[in-house]
């Protein structure tokens, strides 16, 4: 299916953020520095402007000066009150008024700096976290940042700084490059995880967290369900049947991890902690890009536990049958990672893949981390879903579970750093408690809902232990041992020449096909209606559309090698050829899953020549 939109003037963002951007970048222009030295300086500034408007909000709500607002009450206003009211308490030299009317001739650099240690000292929540650079600007520049930030109205809500704090963290990240694709997936793909996995409540996690985007969309979700949600969803570690609030801060807690290593960063990063043992030094220190997350967060008014070390070697998380939901965008293809130090990890209960290749760690430490009902949203590599050898005995054991839930295959040009196209893998333990699929064909099309008998376990073929099942009354083409798979090549807005993201109607779309063929209530808030009209009509439940999307049983799957590639099922639209464009990106993914197979293949070189030569010994 070919749906592709060209971009617009300010259609992704509003032009609020567009202007406070283009004045910053002026300043920038001026500064000769590096994005990773301007950007904290600027995001800073985000936050300082945010929390001081929150601060001020509720400085009328207590009373000024100290001043309580009740005249009955004589009690000094504190740092104390304040926190308790949601805000971060700031120092009378950490208002944004008086720095934005320093004298002319102060040393501004030295006075934010100075604030920034003040802001931290009254909130240990945000101990080593604001950046404390401001002296590496001259006064002039820092005094027109000051004007820029200012610029923001006083009456915006927080949800506004936190969209201004995104749009700033997407524009350093693609002026960055390679290392802005290490803190930073595009807001468009993590919308479409957050979407699909629905964490509506719970624990939430990201063991590769970056910049914390992950949770702040979950939030976002949260928000967006307040009016349609009545009950508290799903499992939880409250009883089911409470209010749902719709407030992220009661109803998601989030937990991340940073500061994994590989190669170079990892060889790095053992030389930093052999250094601080040997001062004696404390081995947790903030990175950059835990300050990334952390601030993220704090703009965005959220709480969360953010830990640091090397996610290969270090559980910090103890995640193992944790969270109800898991969502990540991990470094693809690592290499060089110590396999002996995992032997008898629990994360990894498939096996350790003997290919030089991490992303079978990665796919199964999501999958370990998950409680008996939880659910996994992740981007992976391409090669990694027809990936040979150990790599398909570990994925044919995580298909055979009957956990991968649906697989999403996204264009290239989605990601700063790589041009290539991805999948999103989505696992569902829940899925456990489905029946079986029905034996083939299903009555009224492949996928449809309706049903006119029900089948005995043995009927069923490996349905021991369920009661007879009644499928006419079954919701959804969704069973235990099937996956959806979607083809969204060819679904995306086209940003520039080298960038591409999604539209409000085109997440929407996509994220209705799984809500479809889940049997869930459909979305059409975002206008996506018009194009599920054309393509699915007045079919009364899911169908299989060529080209777009199929839901494919264990025994298709099997046959096709265990490859969870969404291409090999999906297939192509009737009428339609194999555009340049579809060539070009099989030869792509055919060209990385060379590379892996050529990697493997040095491998087995390798062990075969020290075989041989210690049978020349013996």
């Keep these: 299916m070919h749906w592709t939109e060209p971009a617009t003037a300010d259609d992704s963002h509003a032009a609020l953020e567009k202007k406070l951007w283009d004045a910053a970048n002026m300043l920038w222009a001026g500064a000769d520095l590096k994005p990773s030295e301007y950007s904290p300086t600027v995001l800073g500034l985000i936050f300082l402007r945010y929390a001081d408007v929150r601060f001020a909000d509720v400085e009328k709500e207590l009373g000024r000066d100290g001043s309580p607002s009740r005249p009955s009450s004589r009690r000094k206003i504190s740092a104390t009150d304040y926190h308790a009211a949601g805000v971060i308490y700031l120092p009378e030299n950490a208002r944004f008024a008086d720095l934005l009317s320093l004298p002319e001739g102060a040393n501004t650099g030295q006075a934010i700096n100075d604030a920034m240690r003040a802001i931290e000292k009254e909130n240990p929540d945000l101990a080593d976290v604001l950046p404390k650079t401001y002296h590496i600007l001259d006064s002039l520049t820092l005094a027109e940042l000051l004007k820029v930030m200012a610029s923001v109205p006083m009456d915006k809500g927080g949800d506004t700084f936190g969209l201004i704090y995104e749009y700033f963290l997407g524009k350093f990240a693609m002026t960055e490059g390679q290392k802005g694709g290490e803190f930073y997936t ?49 499992p939880s570690p409250r009883d089911r049947g409470e209010k749902y609030t719709g407030d992220p801060t009661t109803e998601i807690s989030v937990h991340g991890q940073d500061q994994w290593a590989w190669g170079a960063h990892l060889r790095r990063a053992q030389r930093a902690r052999r250094v601080r043992q040997r001062r004696k030094l404390p081995n947790q220190r903030v990175t950059d890009t835990s300050r990334l997350a952390r601030l993220n967060l704090a703009v965005h008014g959220l709480n969360g536990d953010i830990k640091q070390g090397n996610t290969y070697y270090e559980d910090l998380q103890d995640s193992v049958g944790r969270f109800d939901f898991v969502m990540a965008n991990p470094p693809f293809n690592v290499s060089k990672i110590d396999k002996e130090r995992l032997s008898g990890d629990p994360r990894y209960p498939f096996g350790i893949p003997r290919t030089d290749n991490g992303n079978y760690l990665w796919i199964q430490h999501f999958h370990s981390a998950l409680n008996r009902t939880g659910r996994a949203g992740f981007v992976m590599a391409n090669s990694a879903a027809d990936a ?7 994925r044919e054991k995580i298909i055979r579970a009957g956990d991968v839930d649906v697989m999403v295959a996204i264009g290239p040009n989605f990601f700063f750093t790589v041009t290539l196209p991805c999948t999103l893998w989505f696992f569902d333990k829940g899925k456990a408690a489905l029946p079986p699929s029905p034996p083939a064909p299903l009555p009224g099309g492949e996928g449809s809902k309706k049903k006119s008998k029900s089948f005995s376990p043995s009927e069923r073929g490996g349905g021991e232990g369920l009661a007879e099942y009644d499928y006419k009354n079954h919701v959804g083409a969704r069973y235990r ?42 979305e059409f808030a975002h206008g996506s209606g018009e194009k599920w009209e054309e393509v699915f009509g007045d079919a009364a439940g899911y169908t299989d559309v060529p080209g777009l999307c199929k839901a494919a049983t264990l025994a298709e799957i099997e046959a096709q090698g265990w490859s969870l590639n969404p291409g090999r099922y999906v297939g192509v639209a009737k009428g339609g050829d194999l555009s340049d464009e579809d060539f070009k990106e099989q030869l792509e993914a055919l060209n990385e899953e060379l590379e892996v197979l050529n990697a493997e293949a040095r491998e087995l070189e390798e062990r075969i020549a020290e075989n041989v030569m210690e049978i020349l010994e013996a």
């Design 186 to 234: 595009p807001t468009s793909i993590v919308k479409l995880i957050v979407e699909i996995l629905e964490p509506y409540h719970g624990r939430i996690l990201d063991p590769a967290c970056g910049s914390g985007g992950m949770f702040i969309q979950s939030a976002r979700f949260v928000e967006a369900h307040r009016a349609n949600r009545t009950l508290t969803p799903g």
């Design 388 to 394: 040979r050898a150990s790599e398909q005995e570990i």
């Design 481 to 522: 041992d099937t996956v959806l798979f979607i083809d969204a090549r060819h679904i995306y807005r086209q940003l520039d020449r080298a960038h591409r993201d999604f539209t409000p109607a085109q997440l929407e779309f996509l994220a209705n096909l799984v809500r479809y063929y889940r049997g869930e209530d459909l």
